[in-house]
DNA sequence: CGACGCCTTGATAAATGTCAAACGTCGTGG
DNA sequence: CCACGACGTTTGACATTTATCAAGGCGTCG
């Protein structure tokens, strides 16, 4: 189908994780070479929401949260981000989420006007700039049609992802609080404590420790996963 | 801070609505050149998800929904759009939701390949197309927001919102039915029935019939918008 | 006039939130 | 090394919100 792929059009997708060889103007490989790292303890702040958005961020080890806190003091997490994914990407001049560190974490920054600088003179950058930013939109609209599901539905959808993202692995880790978690949901951590006991107690996962997740039945969870 | 304005920055959002004199190398003039104008009628398909994204769509007159069906049947909603609007615009090669006229609409595509072949030669189209993803994607920010709030919470946010965009006035005719709220907001029809009519019944709208809306208290509606 | 789609309203059920208390774990300091 | 305290988690009882099921009303278009 359309076939020119200069500014517009995603190409397959760099994913997140992968480390291997890039080509020489490579938007992973120019953060590597133009940024430095930073460490991060946990809760940190990374960014903050209304600051001009100066530096494009990637996780190197950690995780972490963006977020904005409503009104009435509600707090909703759009996203987490783990080792190797880009955030920080911003529509305007300032940021409109906030951003901290989930757990002690290593991130490297880069400049956002040299990356701009750099956009402007290589096209291959914009295209994975633009393929970065569609990402995002996408991740954004699979997020909120998990937040019209129902609880177990939605601890199903969050704990694949997780899974999926951080070790396509049976077992995983949980870097964030229930309450990280409940806020990702829209749910209270009452209710994801209470779901995934419910879960545990139909041997669809295991909770060895409150931060362990193993996935017994991955039949199950996709089936919630609708 | 960042005065550097060639691809990541977005510039003053071209506001939807207007229809001032533009620019030679605008995006939205060069919808107006390049496109045919095309009616649908109420309810008839646009695109499909899962389609090769071929054009861009700019909204004439009438209205738009964008949806994903879940694999059980629910159908969630993720914009309206209304005229001056511009849709269709995807991450990748094919379009991830679907698109249907909600009234009868006439609506002007323009081929994507066009816009991409202009935006190659002229930063400020492609400047344009980055600062209409943002926008999609804030919107999509806001929309998740949205989904954790409460009923009456999200009527009044929906309301002023459809009333800001609409006509800036006090009385806005919906030209959607109350399942499309209801599958935009994440509710039932009935929910998003009644609470309308508690709205009314606090004298925060009022409803001279079940598509039109006056807004009579925009502190209440405020209030609740937290 | 009739039929169909859309909307409202009521009764009831289910899901989730709220409040409260107790338990674990981990790091710190005596 | 143990005791303590802070924080995170679990569990229970109960309240609230929203969904579900069901019936009827209203408008509009043939």
Redesign the pocket.
């Known amino acids: 189908m359309t076939t020119q792929r200069s500014v517009l059009v995603a190409g397959p997708a760099p994913k997140a994780c992968s480390h291997g060889p890039r080509s020489r103007h490579d938007l992973f490989a120019s953060v590597e070479l133009m940024g430095a790292t930073m460490p991060f303890a946990r809760n940190a702040e990374i960014y903050g929401e209304g600051e001009p958005a100066e530096y494009l961020y990637r996780v190197v080890s950690g995780a972490v949260r963006t977020y904005r806190i409503l009104a009435d003091g509600r707090r909703q997490i759009g996203a987490f981000y783990l080792p190797g994914d880009i955030f920080g990407l911003e529509a305007g001049d300032e940021h409109h989420s906030s951003a901290e560190a989930v757990t002690h974490s290593t991130i490297r920054l880069v400049r956002r006007n040299a990356l701009i600088a750099l956009a402007t003179r290589e096209p291959e950058i914009a295209r994975q700039l633009w393929t970065l930013i569609a990402g995002e939109l996408e991740r954004m609209q699979d997020h909120a049609v998990m937040l019209i599901k129902?609880?177990?539905e939605r601890i199903a959808t969050f704990l694949l992802e997780l899974a999926r993202r951080l070790s396509a692995a049976d077992s995983l880790e949980?870097p964030m609080?229930?309450?990280d978690i409940a806020d990702y949901l829209?749910?209270?951590?009452?209710?994801?404590?209470?779901t995934?006991?419910q879960l545990e107690g139909e041997a669809t996962i295991a909770?060895p420790?409150?931060?362990r997740v193993v996935l017994r039945n991955r039949g199950a969870l996709n089936r919630l996963n609708a």
Chains 1, 2 share one sequence.
């Open positions: 129902s609880a177990p949980l609080t229930r309450h829209g749910l209270t951590i009452e209710t994801v404590s209470r995934l006991a909770l420790s409150a931060r």
